[in-house]
């Protein structure tokens, strides 16, 4: 078997390979660091040994050494490791180092490039380290030694005469001393400059100066590692193309409250509008134990009404021996278009999905279908005004508890973080209740409250908590699109 020298990229999940992603998933053995994205575990295999092995505020917690030897021992035993470094593994990550390591004990090896940290923070701070008018090189520099000492590998006068772009990385600790001595080697003081901390998350921060100008700036707003330092023309060219910052939800901090097996729809959804999204699920949904209701074909109206609800019914009829044909003599009606999805899904097209996505909006799309008996399959908490109407518009109704909303606990660093949200999202009543049952003193004063509708809205007023916005579609895409105009109306970035 073979070590992976695998490069994780800048910190933005979407710059992981896919020939990483693939490794990880595969993986026996995962060595990783600190800087990589923090999803990037997520598709490791559950009995992946994972060893943490990042520099924690400085320190080396791991030597070089005793990475080398986790890689040669897991490589000597045949396993499948991943070595997962951030940015590219050739470019100051010491994975040269590591690959000369393992070929002299003659353990087979394969190098993943990875987006490296200079190119991918330039790029996202709207600044191309290379233009046909303004840079024809780059040069990639660590600023780790001290530029002051005379010992230092660097040629500081060399590098200020590179004609081209100069990205130094590990430098911010010494940001005034390499400024120093390239306008000392000759660089103007007048040239462009930007530091970018963070580069591609979504906290990123990006300063620009001059050289003579940079290391203060940087110093004044507090710039701190990791951040690339770039000297050179094309720094100037941020002012026009920024474009990271103008995303509709950069600098803002959502909380989302769903079960994590929903969440990640929506999560991945305020990510891409530029957010940063806490992931705080306050429920977690529980099978219930329980058969199918007898003789499934009596029924001409079987109501699910959510995509769990869908998910538990399946579960029931694969245990049962069956599939999709058990419901082929009812009229299937799906509440909301998830919920139709997640039929789809399972090769039921539903037949009725009522526009409006509650209870309400079924009733009042079977007006004039004739119903003698109805299942409503759903959770065991869920409110009866689905069944009372269908009661009244004539039908015998059988109601089957198929699963049961629980609390997920909420831990100390979640509830640390709440406070620093900007939006708290609500996609449910059983979110809001579980949510401030372990939250209420969690959130800072001025976070706003976004509700998927008027029944979770209902839930957070009786609880004493006013919505701050409620989704004109009760839907995700409604929820997010009522975000996104709230956000645009004015409320600051916290
Ligand atoms: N192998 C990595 C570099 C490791 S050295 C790569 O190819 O990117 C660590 C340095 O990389 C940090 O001190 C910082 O200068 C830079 N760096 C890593 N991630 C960064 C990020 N998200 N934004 C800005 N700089 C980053």
Redesign the pocket.
């Given at each position: 078997m073979t070590v992976y020298l695998v490069?994780a990229?800048?910190?933005?999940p979407g710059l992981l390979t896919a020939r990483a992603l693939e490794l990880i998933a595969g993986a026996d053995v995962i060595v990783h660091d600190r800087?990589i994205p923090v999803t990037a575990l997520d598709g490791a295999p559950p009995e992946a040994e994972c060893y943490y092995v990042g520099k924690e505020g400085g320190g080396p917690s791991v030597t070089q050494e005793e990475i080398g030897g986790l890689l040669l021992e897991h490589g000597a035993a045949g396993r499948r490791v991943v070595r997962l470094?951030?940015?590219?593994?050739?470019?100051?990550?010491r994975?040269g180092e590591e690959a000369e390591l393992l070929r002299e004990a003659g353990i087979p090896f394969e190098v993943v490039p990875?987006?490296?940290?200079?190119v991918?923070?330039s790029a996202y701070a709207g600044i191309p380290v290379t233009h046909r008018d303004a840079a024809s090189a780059v040069a990639f520099v660590?600023?780790?030694e001290d530029p002051g000492k005379p010992e230092s590998a660097l040629d500081w006068e060399s590098l200020a005469a590179f004609p081209g772009t100069l990205a130094?990385?590990?430098?911010?600790a010494r940001l005034s001393a390499i400024a120093a001595r390239l306008r000392a080697g000759g660089r103007p003081g007048s040239e462009p400059a930007a530091v970018?901390?963070?580069?591609?998350?979504p906290g990123?921060r990006v300063v620009t100066g001059t050289l003579e100008t940079i290391a203060q700036v940087a110093a004044e707003a507090g710039i701190r590692?990791?951040?690339?330092?770039l000297f050179g023309a094309v720094a100037s060219l941020r002012a026009q193309l920024a474009w990271f910052e103008s995303r509709p939800l950069h600098g803002r901090t959502i909380a989302v409250t769903r079960a994590r097996a929903q969440a990640s729809g929506l999560a991945a959804r305020l990510r891409e509008l530029g957010a940063e999204v806490l992931e705080a699920p306050a429920i977690r949904i529980r099978a219930l134990e329980g058969d199918l209701p007898a003789a499934l074909d009596r029924y001409d109206l079987i109501c699910l009404t959510s995509p769990n609800g869908v998910a538990c019914l399946f579960d029931r009829l694969t245990a049962a021996g069956l599939d999709a044909r058990a419901l082929h003599g009812a009229r299937v009606a799906a509440i909301g278009p998830g919920t139709a999805r997640a039929l789809a899904q399972r090769g039921i097209l539903a037949d009725v999905v009522p526009e409006r996505f509650v209870a309400e909006g079924l009733v009042e799309a079977l007006a004039g279908t004739e119903i003698s008996r109805a299942l409503v399959a759903r959770a065991a908490e869920a409110r009866d005004v689905l069944p009372d109407a269908l009661r009244e518009h004539g039908a015998e109704v059988d109601v089957l508890a198929l699963y049961e909303t629980v609390s997920e606990p909420l831990s100390d660093a979640q509830r640390r973080a709440l406070a620093g949200a900007d939006y708290v999202t609500f996609t449910s009543s059983s979110t809001v209740r579980f949510f401030f049952e372990q939250a209420a003193g969690a959130l800072a004063p001025g976070t706003r409250l976004a509700s998927i509708g008027p029944v979770t809205s209902a839930t957070l007023r009786e609880l004493g908590h006013e919505p701050a916005l409620e989704a004109e579609r009760h839907d995700i895409d409604g929820l997010i699109g009522a975000i996104v105009a709230d956000a645009a109306g004015g409320s600051a970035p916290g």
């Open positions: 490069g990229g800048p910190g933005d800087l470094k951030g940015g590219d593994p050739f470019v100051f990550g994975g990875g987006v490296t940290a200079a991918a923070a660590t600023g780790h130094v990385y590990m430098g911010v970018i901390e963070r580069g591609t998350l990123q590692a990791p951040a690339i330092s």
